[in-house]
Nanobody, 127 residues
């Protein structure tokens, strides 16, 4: 059974850092492209960052470039999201999602392009 479990969220002050983890169970992560998404109250789920199966191709939302870093360790079946210089507007539930690449694409930026989702982890940025 394909399972994704996010961890690492919590309460941090503005300017602080967190590292989120997405651990896979029941499948080999190396065969899947991964996306990080977030959902704030009253807002649609938005793409944060995506990474291809090997880690060679990466996407970031424009507002997050320079602050967030996505990476993966396929040997550990885990994907990470390092979040630095956090702002109150980063407050949201953060989700990871996985899908097999197809049709010549290497990553996917739309939430409707994923079938497999974790349960989410809450990130709150407040002073």
């Amino acid at each position: 059974q394909l399972q994704l479990v996010e961890s690492g969220g919590g309460l941090v002050q503005p300017g602080g850092s967190l590292r989120l983890s997405c651990a896979a169970s029941g499948f080999t992560l190396a065969n899947y492209a991964i996306g990080w998404f977030r959902e704030a109250p009253g807002k649609e789920r938005e793409g944060v960052s995506c990474i291809s199966t090997s880690g060679g191709s990466i996407y970031y939302a424009d507002s997050l470039k320079g602050r967030f870093t996505i990476s993966r360790d396929n040997a550990k079946n885990t994907v990470y999201l390092q979040m630095n210089s956090l702002k109150p507007e980063d407050t949201a539930v953060y989700y990871c999602a996985a899908r097999r690449p197809s049709s010549g694409r290497v990553y996917y930026v739309g939430s409707d392009e994923y079938d497999n989702w974790g349960q989410g982890t809450q990130v709150t940025v407040s002073s």
